[in-house]
């Protein structure tokens, strides 16, 4: 029974690695498709000008959209052939030529289309969703959910597909197992003691920067007007924009809480007020994914909003400076994530190797 089990898992974690280059051809195809179809229409291509709620804080703004249509297409229907290219194994220059375009198309797809709307709807989220049976908060939900925001989402998808299929494709022609990327050969960074160090540090960094972005909304809730001007405050309590602030704070503390239980061992099991899970390990991926998803919006709204002129007309505030930090939240939050897959992953079931 033992063998059979274990069996069993080793050819699911090789279905679902093998899987990774066509679903990411798949999904960079269709894409590439949509994007060919707005270039010979001239309709649909949701970026650039055609974006109007895009209040210039996002990098595709700097194309026109003339050249980002076709652009777009080039690149997405390129990297289908990429991603399909490398489930065979491959080697030599043609090699590193598919992997030097797939890594920086999935850097594009996953850090630069993405921009700041994407964090605040991941922040919006749950008040969006809880409070949309009482009609609070008084927003239109379709100025909120627009083509050219879930286009972005897409693009951040169609990134980490891609990723996966890079992923594999580099362990299959090193010989590495596809499950775990291990190769027999010990990496002194990669290994749980190694990782469970230099793992706290990125995570107490990672939880403390988003608390100082906190700190400056609740205050404005409680009526501080920290940073901006009593006459601003006013405003922004007149139309009610102060709660969506303290929404997104509230959103931001309780990442940072999260965030520190990558270290602790309520992250690890689950503690004991929470009925019918009390004891039971935390799945790897339910901290990981958030938490490497939260981190690739974090960095893609930074690079939007710090290359945006209008950041930098008024000078930095108490409100614009911890904004500066973002970056490094994103670094900080991925490598924190990156550790805890380290510290905890085990044996690997198809392998073997630990």
Avoid: K
Wanted: charged residues 10%; hydrophobic residues 55%.
């Amino acid at each position: 029974m033992t063998t059979l089990t274990s069996s069993t898992s080793r050819r699911a974690a090789r279905i679902r690695l093998d899987l990774a280059p066509p679903v990411a051809a798949a999904w960079l195809a269709g894409w590439g498709v949509l994007a060919l179809v707005a270039t010979l229409t001239g309709a649909g291509y949701p970026f650039g000008a055609n974006d109007p709620h895009s209040g210039g804080a996002d990098l595709l703004r700097l194309v026109p959209v003339a050249v980002g249509a076709p652009l777009l297409a080039g690149l997405l229907l390129v990297g289908a052939v990429t991603a399909l290219a490398l489930s065979a194994p491959v080697r030599g220059p043609f090699r590193a030529l598919l992997l030097g375009y797939g890594w920086a198309l999935t850097f594009v797809l996953a850090v630069v289309v993405p921009d700041a709307r994407v964090l605040v709807v991941l922040g919006y989220a749950p008040m969006l969703v809880l409070g949309a049976p009482f009609g609070w908060p008084p927003v239109d939900y379709a100025e909120i959910f627009t083509w050219p925001l879930f286009a972005r989402c897409a693009a951040l998808v169609g990134g980490m597909l891609l990723a996966g299929a890079l992923l594999a494709g580099q362990r299959r022609a090193t010989g590495a197992c596809l499950a775990c990327g291990r190769d027999g050969h010990a990496r002194g960074w990669t290994t749980p003691g190694s990782a469970a160090r230099w793992g706290r540090w990125a995570t107490w960094v990672a939880a403390a920067i988003p608390l100082t972005y906190a700190v400056t909304r609740m205050a404005w809730a409680a009526g501080i007007p920290l940073g901006i001007s009593r006459e601003f405050l006013d405003e922004m309590q007149e139309t009610g924009l102060v709660w969506a602030g303290a929404g997104l704070a509230a959103f931001a503390t309780v990442g940072a809480v999260l965030t520190v239980g990558l270290v602790r061992p309520w992250g690890e099991r689950f503690p004991r007020w929470l009925v019918g899970l009390a004891g039971r390990r935390v799945p790897i991926a339910l901290a990981v994914v958030p938490a490497g998803l939260v981190a690739l919006s974090v960095t893609a709204a930074s690079l939007g909003l710090l290359s945006t002129p209008q950041f930098w007309e008024h000078g930095l505030s108490l409100t614009t400076a911890p904004m500066l930090l973002w970056p490094l939240w994103g670094v900080a939050l991925g490598a924190a994530a990156l550790a805890y897959h380290l510290r905890r992953r085990g044996a690997c079931r198809r392998c073997g190797r630990d």
